[in-house]
């Protein structure tokens, strides 16, 4: 009888502690990200300057990369105790913000478009191409990384230069978060000193 009664508090103890402790093994698939442009070969050229309207062009890449921001997401909030930790962590909104503040404060005219033609069209003196790429680590020992790619092409859409930047960041015992944030922020800082 003394068997039966200690199987209930273990798979109750266990039923509320997996969600929180192992809420990253339930994380959906990193993205197969392609290989474009945006990624061959390394940094070259610098920033340039322009006061003319900037075009911002979002990569397949980068949707595909807050898609799975936001089915992670969604997950995380089916589970029966909820680790806001973890769903605040999670936000694409604010790497994406954040990437966008830097941006501004170097073109103040930045504006979004759907292509580098369409920018091409609309007379823009520049666009920038944004390729942002998200793995997260699943479980403790394991890597999440940011890697966020600038392309700047001209007002005929040639490429000009091109910077990066990558912040990496493990997780820790207990994996309450998969530390995107600090990873972003760290891959945030190395294309903010680039521009």
């Given amino acids: 009888m003394k068997r039966h009664a200690l199987r209930l508090p273990v798979a109750l103890a266990v039923a509320i502690t997996a969600p929180i402790l192992f809420g990253a093994w339930f994380a959906a698939e990193t993205p197969e990200y392609k290989d474009t442009a945006t990624q061959q070969g390394g940094d070259f050229g610098r920033a340039p300057a322009t006061r003319g309207p900037v075009g911002l062009v979002i990569t397949k890449n980068t949707n595909m990369s807050v898609e799975n921001l936001e089915e992670n997401v969604r997950r995380g909030e089916t589970v029966i105790i909820k680790n806001g930790a973890m769903l605040e ?12 503040a830097v941006l501004k404060s170097r073109y103040p005219n930045v504006r979004l478009v ?3 033609a369409a920018s091409v069209r609309s007379g823009n003196a520049l666009t920038v191409e944004t390729d942002v790429r998200t793995v997260l680590g ?13 392309v700047f092409k001209d007002a005929k859409g040639r490429t000009t230069g ?18 995107l944030q600090e990873a972003a922020d760290g891959a945030l800082a190395q294309v903010a000193a680039k521009l």
């Avoid at 962590?89 to 790497?95: A, E, K, N």
């Avoid at 990496?168 to 998969?178: F, K, R, S, V």
Wanted: proline share 7%.
């Fill in 89 to 100: 962590d999670l936000d694409p909104v604010y790497m994406h913000a954040r990437l966008l």
């Fill in 114 to 116: 759907p292509t580098v």
């Fill in 138 to 150: 699943k479980v403790t020992g394991q890597t999440t990384t940011v890697a966020i790619t600038l």
């Fill in 162 to 179: 091109k910077i990066s930047g990558q912040g990496q960041e493990t997780l820790g015992y207990p994996a309450m978060t998969y530390k």
